[in-house]
């Protein structure tokens, strides 16, 4: 597996130019060793916090005009794009805030797992600003519309339980062993049939773009690729012999 860390914790990670950067090149290998060397990727933030989003301090004097604003910010989606396409589970631990682009950069992820002083906060309304870096597009696929307006209008925090129960967060992990446990979730995916899921995730993550028929293509296709997998070839066997699965996600609780 690969562990991606915002590492500003005198900042509470928030995202300065450089870290900026740097994301994007940790994605893009990660990318590249996708389904090989890395079968799963965590993300997370260094000092107890996830990402406090955009450096404010800098945001006057980083951008002098929109037209420079709009093209910054393309760049960042970019990588947003990157997050959502990599091809195995990702896997986003919040420990403390996940604010603003944190937010939306950590509910990217397939898997969103925190700890009780986890919380999730759309504060860009706090500062006159709208939701960027995908949030417009994740959270009304994960809480639906209403609510989706009701966390981006009102700008307030969701901690972890209430953020579970919402949708947002798919599981909570203790304060003390929090990334060990992540490591121990992320690990359920070493033996995984990486092409299957890689084509799952893809496929799954357009179904809200295209009509019933065209999803059934996809599915076609994918399927078609997923059959010539050795792992295929090898579950096939065992379950016709009786012997034990190559993966079994009830084996790892």
């Not at 990670?13 to 389904?35: D, F, I, S, Y």
Request: proline share 4%.
């Amino acid at each position: 597996m690969a562990i991606i860390t915002l590492n500003r914790p005198e900042a509470r990670n928030a995202l300065a130019p450089v870290m900026r950067q740097e994301l994007a090149l940790a994605l893009k290998t990660v990318r590249e060793k996708a389904g090989e060397e890395v079968r799963a990727l965590i993300l997370t933030g260094a000092g107890g916090a996830f990402c406090a989003g955009g450096d404010v301090k800098s945001m006057g004097s980083r951008l002098k005009s929109a037209a420079l604003a709009r093209e910054a910010l393309r760049d960042d989606h970019q990588k947003m794009l990157d997050l959502l396409n990599i091809e195995v589970p990702v896997i986003s631990l919040i420990d403390g805030a996940a604010a603003g682009a944190g937010a939306n950069i950590a509910l990217a992820a397939d898997f969103v797992l925190a700890t009780p002083k986890g919380f999730l906060l759309q504060a860009f309304v706090r500062i006159g600003l709208i939701p960027d870096w995908g949030g417009m597009y994740i959270l009304p696929r994960l809480i639906g519309l209403q609510k989706a307006k009701e966390l981006i209008f009102s700008g307030r925090r969701v901690y972890a339980e209430e953020a579970k129960q919402m949708g947002l967060v798919y599981d909570i992990v203790s304060q003390e062993n929090a990334l060990k446990d992540a490591k121990a979730f992320a690990k359920r995916f070493v033996n995984a049939p990486t092409k299957a899921i890689g084509l799952a995730k893809v496929i799954l993550n357009q179904s809200f773009n295209h009509d019933y028929k065209t999803i059934l293509e996809m599915e076609a296709m994918a399927q078609a690729i997923s059959r010539e997998s050795d792992f295929h070839a090898e579950a096939i066997k065992r379950f016709a012999q009786k012997e034990p699965p190559l993966f079994d996600w009830e084996s790892f609780k």
